[in-house]
């Protein structure tokens, strides 16, 4: 079971930088521009609904307290981020700031939209 707890804790930091730095990486690539976008609109829906849990927070804390750790309570970000980087920082704080780099990618993700749009205006001008 801790080897279940640790591969879903990396999965989990996995999926967080691919939120943060994913748009960097989905340029000229539109599947993976859509599928991003989701995961961004996912990442402010559980940063700002509170009484929405991310799945894999769930389950890691479900196999830490199979594998007999103290399992924790609260989220992924707020357990990680705010016990090991900001100790005392609030929680809306973190959530502000993890909506706020969500937000931030679908802005990159309009301006690409716009430029796209505005190309396709002059070409077909």
Known sequence: MKFVA???LLLHVTWILAVIFGAFFTRGRPVWSVLHV????WGIVVEVVPSVWCPLTLAEQYFEGRAG?????GSFL???VDKIVYPDVPWWLIATVGASICALNLGVYAWRFWRWASRRTAHAN
Request: aromatic fraction near 20%; charged fraction near 0%.
């Open 6 to 8: 640790i591969a879903i």
């Open 69 to 73: 750790w103290a399992a924790y309570q």
């Open 78 to 80: 707020l357990h990680y």
């Open 38 to 41: 989701a995961c961004l609109i």
